[in-house]
C-alpha cells in the first residue's frame, strides 16, 4: 500500500471535520461524492449544516422531512433530485449567473468552512485532478477553510486547470466505482427538425456552446459536413464525440486556448469519461473563465446553443422555472447569449420544441406564467427556433416579434395566441 493510501480514513471519519452550524460546498453533476453524502447524512448530531452545490446527481439522502433544522441545502442550480424539496420550503435556491459563482467564495459573500470533493488519485506530484467537474469546485477548495474528500480510482485524470494538491486535504477516503451515467436522449421528429434548422445556422471554423439533451444532439449529428469547428462552453456530453474523433473539430481558430477543447465539465457515459481522461487537448477550468463574456467574444463566430421551457411574445426567455415552480437555474445561458452575439459572426439561439404536456401545452406564450423567472432578456434573445421554423429578433419591433413568434407555435395555438396579444397590445394580426 503507498503511503498516500496508508493515510486514507472512512468516509464516516471524514465528514467529522463537518461541524454544526457551517457553511460547506459539495461537488456536483457526476462528481457527486455521494459516500461522503451518505455519511455526512448518517450523522444525528448536526444542526443547521447549510450546503452550497450546483446539480447533483441522483436523488439527495438530505432532501427528507428528518433533515429539517439538521441539514439545509442552498442549490445553485437545481437538479431533479431537489426540485420538490425546493417547491415545498425544505431547500432553496440561489439565482446567480454560473459565471459568478466562484466570487460568491472568493469574495465571502458565501464564506465556506469546508468543501467536500470528489478527486482522482494524486500523480507522481501528489496532486490530485477535480475529474469531471472543475465549474465552481475550484474556487470553493481554494477558499474553504477545510477540505474534504473521497479519492475514486475510476475518477478521470483530467487538464486544465483542476489541480488539488493532495497535501490540502484535511482528510480523505477511497472509493472505487464507475462514475454515474447519463444517457443520451432520444432524438425524435421534432428534435430532427430543430437539428436541421439550428445547424443551418453554423458556418465552417464556429465556436461551439451547447448543452444536453436531444436538441444539442440532434444539432451535432448535423455538423459533421462542417470543418475546423471549436469548442469553449460550460458542459458537453456524448454527442459532441463523432466530432472530435472525425476531426471536424479542430479548434484551429479559436482566439482563448487555441487548438484545445474548452469545458468547465463533463456528463455523458463511460465512453465520455474515458475520452477525457488523460487527454490534453480537453482543457477544463473553472466556470468564472469558461463563462467569461469578456473571452467568450474573443472566439470566432461562436455560435451559443441553449433551451427554454417558454418563450414569451416579445422574446422574454424563461428557462429555470415553471411559473413559481423552480426548475432548473440561471446557470451559464446569458453568459453565452451574450458572448455569441458579440462575438465576431457569432449567433445566439434559443431552440425549444414548440409544446410541452404532451402537445397540451404551447411553450411560444403571450406573456410568461405568474413567477417565472426570465433568465434572457427581450433586449438580450437573437435567435428563436422551433420545428416549425426560426426568427432572427434582433432588431424586430414588438409587433414583428409577435408576428414572427406566432409562426413558430404549433398551428393549434397560433389563433388564440392572435387573439391574445391583439387584446394586450392592441394588434390586429391575421393569418399570414
Known sequence: MSTWESRAVSPAEVVQCIQSGQRAFVHGAAATPKELLSALCARTDLRDLQLYHLHLDGPSPFQ???????????????????????????????????????????GGAVPLDAAILHLSPPDA?????????????????????TTLAQINRQMPRTHGNGVIPLKSLAAYTIVDRPLPQTTPAQIGAVEQSIGELVAELVPDGATLQMGIGAIPDAVLQRLGNKQDLGVHTEMFSDGLLPLLRAGVITNRYKSVHPNRTVTSFVSG??????????????????????????????????????SALEVDLSGQVCADSIGFTIFSGIGGQMDFMRGAVLSTGGCAVI??????????????????????????????????????????????????RAEGLIELAHPDFRAALRREISQIRHFDLHPS
Open 269 to 306: 457515459t463511460q465512453a465520455l469519461y474515458d475520452y477525457v481522461n488523460d487527454n490534453p487537448l480537453v482543457e477544463f477550468h473553472p466556470c468564472d473563465r469558461t463563462n467569461d463574456v469578456s473571452l467568450i467574444r474573443k472566439n470566432p463566430r461562436v455560435c451559443a446553443i441553449n
Open 125 to 145: 506530484h501528489g496532486n490530485c485532478s477535480l475529474g469531471t467537474s472543475v465549474d465552481a469546485a475550484l474556487s470553493a477548495a481554494q477558499n474553504a477553510r
Open 64 to 106: 427528507g422531512v428528518e433533515f429539517l433544522g439538521r441539514i439545509f441545502s442552498n442549490s445553485l442550480f437545481v437538479g431533479p433530485g431537489l426540485r420538490e424539496a425546493v417547491a415545498a420550503g425544505r431547500a432553496d435556491y440561489v439565482p446567480t449567473f454560473l459565471s459568478d459563482i466562484p466570487a460568491l467564495f472568493s
Open 351 to 400: 431552440a425549444l420544441p414548440s409544446t410541452a404536456a404532451g402537445g397540451r401545452l404551447s411553450r411560444i406564450v403571450c406573456s410568461l406564467k405568474p413567477g417565472a423567472g426570465v433568465v434572457t432578456t427581450r433586449g438580450h434573445v437573437q435567435w428563436v427556433v422551433t420545428e416549425y421554423g426560426r426568427l432572427n429578433l434582433h432588431g424586430l419591433n414588438l409587433r414583428q
